[in-house]
């Protein structure tokens, strides 16, 4: 069961702020929203997690709803690097499991 | 850098062939995970050892499958008569946690094509 739905692509422009979405309707009191990325030949590269409030670090801002049912990782300032296919993760605070779905390809163009 | 290290970074093996995966996980980390990453998907988890001490193994796909990390540093995953459907990226991950909610740094896989 898929506990998390994303678009399969995006495109951004470079320099540009990029808002990518995530549905986790579904989603516990005790789970967490978490965000990796994977840029290509790599292996995935944690983003940032959060539970019900906003977090924010150098990589990226997480906003997740009053009622959790969806969040927005936000890249504020998007560079060619930053092409890469990004996972939003729901994961219980005891869990070791992370549970990786097909993730959104997000494509930055100059 | 003192990152998570995986080798080789590509194996090609006949059908029928035993195969083993290395990781070095970032010093001091406690936990190591293997994650298996088809061509197009996301990664699935394998297993999980906590030290030395194979605390899960359910992701392992076939009795083929082993891992180890008898010091509780180095693991390998070993796969035996290899089949082309093992064909796929093998991510080793490791935490400093005790498993639950730690940060799992990963390294740069191996790319496994049985032929």
């Known amino acids: 069961d898929a506990k998390t739905t994303q678009p399969p692509s995006m495109d951004c422009a470079e320099g540009r702020a990029a808002n990518l979405p995530c549905n986790h309707s579904t989603i516990s009191g005790n789970e967490y929203v978490y965000w990796y990325r994977q840029i290509h030949s790599q292996g995935p590269q944690y983003i940032i997690h959060g539970l019900k409030n906003n977090e924010t670090n150098e990589m990226a801002s997480l906003i997740i709803t009053e009622d959790r049912k969806s969040s927005t990782l936000i890249l504020p300032h998007a560079t060619l690097r930053d092409t890469a296919v990004y996972y939003c993760?729901?994961?219980?605070?005891?869990?070791?499991?992370?549970?990786f779905g097909a993730g959104t390809t997000v494509t930055v163009r100059a | 850098g003192a990152g998570v290290s995986q080798s080789p970074r590509y194996k090609v093996a006949k059908r029928g062939q035993d195969v083993a995966l290395r990781c070095d996980p970032i010093s001091g980390h406690v936990s190591l995970f293997w994650y298996q990453q088809a061509l197009g998907q996301g990664p699935e988890f394998l297993t999980y050892f906590q030290n030395e001490a194979q605390l899960d193994k359910s992701g392992l796909p076939s009795d083929r499958f082993f891992a180890e990390r008898p010091e509780g540093s180095v693991s390998t995953l070993k796969i035996q008569r290899t089949q082309q459907e093992d064909s796929a990226v093998y991510l080793c991950?490791?935490?400093?946690?005790?498993?639950?909610?730690?940060?799992?740094?990963f390294g740069p896989g191996t790319r496994l094509l049985v032929l």
């Open positions: 993760i729901v994961r219980v605070g005891g869990d070791y499991k992370l549970s």
């Open positions: 991950a490791s935490s400093l946690a005790y498993g639950t909610a730690g940060t799992q740094y």
